[in-house]
Structures are given as structure tokens and as C-alpha cells.
């Protein structure tokens, strides 16, 4: 059965397009490195529950929006053989170097990573 890394983020609306291209190179990356899947996906349909939500969850803010990010591997061996050569990537460190131009609040970011129990 496969692995995924999950992520959920607030993003700026206003810097959801710098998100965008700061995602589609780091999907590059994982997917060189041997991830099977990379996804990036902006919210569309979530509401602010009133005791849990996507929101709720990264205090979202009104001027922000929720993105769900999920990476998918082979196996959770391949998954932490990937993230081990993306993380050392000197094309990451580049993205993620200068914190004032990452286009998130890594602080309010939520991950994990998840064995896949039904595939259909």
C-alpha cells in the first residue's frame, strides 16, 4: 500500500499565486527524487465548523485561505529514503531560506504522514 505526507496550510490570499509557483518547484523536486504524486490543492468547499474544520484548524484568518497538500509514495521506507534527499536539496534550502519570503505561516502548518489502508 502506498504512504502520504498530508499537509494543511494558510496561505494568503494574496500571495496564493507565489504559493503556487513555490509549489510547483518543490513538486519537481519530490517527484525527481521518486515521490509517485504531488498535490497542492486550494479550498473551495470548507466551512468554519464550529468546533473542527480545515479552517479552524490553522486559525485561519480573513484575509487567508486553506490549502491540503499531499505527497504520495510507494511505501513509507521510500517515502523517508525521498524526503531525506529532498530536504538536503540545495534547490529547497534556496525556497525555504529567506523566512520573509516564504508565502505561508509555517508555524500554523499541520502534517503527518499516513499509511494508506483502502484503495479502490
Do not use: H, Q
Not at 498535490?39 to 473551495?44: K, M, Q, S
Not at 491540503?68 to 534556496?94: G, Q
Amino acid at each position: 500500500m502506498s504512504y502520504v505526507d498530508g499537509f494543511v496550510v494558510p496561505v494568503p490570499k494574496k500571495k496564493l499565486s507565489a504559493y503556487k509557483r513555490m509549489a510547483a518547484k518543490a513538486g519537481k523536486i519530490w517527484r525527481e527524487f521518486g515521490a509517485t504524486a504531488f498535490y497542492e490543492c486550494a479550498a473551495d468547499d470548507v466551512s468554519f465548523g464550529k468546533r473542527t474544520s480545515f479552517p479552524r484548524s490553522v486559525k485561519l484568518k480573513p484575509s487567508e485561505t486553506v490549502v491540503f497538500s499531499f505527497i504520495i509514495y510507494r511505501s513509507r521506507a521510500e517515502r523517508d529514503r525521498i524526503n531525506a534527499k529532498v530536504m538536503k536539496d540545495p534547490r529547497l534550502a534556496r525556497m525555504m531560506n529567506n523566512k520573509n519570503d516564504v508565502p505561508f505561516d509555517m508555524k500554523r502548518m499541520i502534517y503527518g504522514g499516513f499509511k494508506a489502508i483502502v484503495k479502490i
